[in-house]
T-cell receptor
Framework: AQTVTQSQPEMSVQEAETVTLSCTYD???????LFWYKQPPSRQMILVIR??????QNATENRFSVNFQKAAKSFSLKISDSQLGDAAMYFC????FGSGNSGYALNFGKGTSLLVTP | KAGVTQTPRYLIKTRGQQVTLSCSPI?????VSWYQQTPGQGLQFLFE???????NKGNFPGRFSGRQFSNSRSEMNVSTLELGDSALYLC???????????FGPGTRLTVL
């Protein structure tokens, strides 16, 4: 089974600064998807960014970008120009490419709580 | 498009009772997955339904079951509730294939 590790339980960043959240994963598959989800205090899980493993180019979405290192099995999230609204729990998630043993289930890390200070 | 909706949003039950949670996916989405979120275990996959068929199941006891209707709405049922079943239950839908899963707001279940 694939495991996802987020080694930073908590992170803090000042408004307008940049912060990077770490994620590593373990898999024997060559094709898969990686995601970052954000869960604010409302508990609604919101997709932040998605990366297909077969794409070498790192995904970006406005202020959010990833550093995907396939060989190192690393998938970090960079948030630029941090805003107060970015404060939330951030989850890294892995999903297999096809409908094999894991199907389309998401494997989540334990999450990183991001605090944004004025 | 309306997002994923879940009802009820909050529920309080006592041990031994059973509970049914409902999830309506985004219009056009045929797949519904369920996840349990607890402080101790984090987010864990329960099961996935696609076109009324269970496609995959997580490592949960048989007390946890689900179904999907022809309109893609899904229900999950937990029988003989235990204190440890207290959790946030999240539903996610996707259109199909490699599409991304979009989550609902969750149902907070408290078992007393």
């Amino acid at each position: 089974a694939q495991t996802v590790t987020q080694s930073q339980p908590e992170m803090s960043v000042q408004e307008a600064e940049t912060v990077t959240l770490s994620c590593t994963y373990d898999t024997s598959e060559s094709d898969y998807y990686l995601f970052w989800y954000k869960q604010p205090p409302s508990r609604q899980m919101i997709l932040v960014i998605r990366q297909e493993a077969y794409k070498q180019q790192n995904a970006t979405e406005n202020r959010f970008s990833v550093n995907f290192q396939k060989a190192a099995k690393s998938f970090s999230l960079k948030i630029s120009d941090s805003q107060l609204g970015d404060a939330a729990m951030y989850f890294c998630a892995y999903r297999s490419f096809g409908s094999g043993n894991s199907g389309y289930a998401l494997n989540f890390g334990k999450g990183t709580s991001l605090l944004v200070t004025p | 498009k309306a997002g994923v909706t879940q009802t009820p949003r909050y529920l309080i039950k006592t041990r031994g009772q059973q509970v049914t949670l409902s999830c309506s996916p985004i219009s056009g989405h045929r797949s519904v997955s369920w996840y349990q979120q607890t402080p101790g275990q984090g987010l864990q996959f329960l099961f996935e339904y696609f076109s009324e068929t269970q496609r995959n199941k997580g490592n949960f006891p048989g007390r946890f079951s689900g179904r999907q209707f022809s309109n893609s709405r899904s229900e999950m049922n937990v029988s003989t509730l235990e204190l440890g079943d207290s959790a946030l239950y999240l539903c996610a839908s996707r259109h199909g294939g490699a599409d991304t899963q979009y989550f609902g707001p969750g149902t907070r279940l408290t078992v007393l």
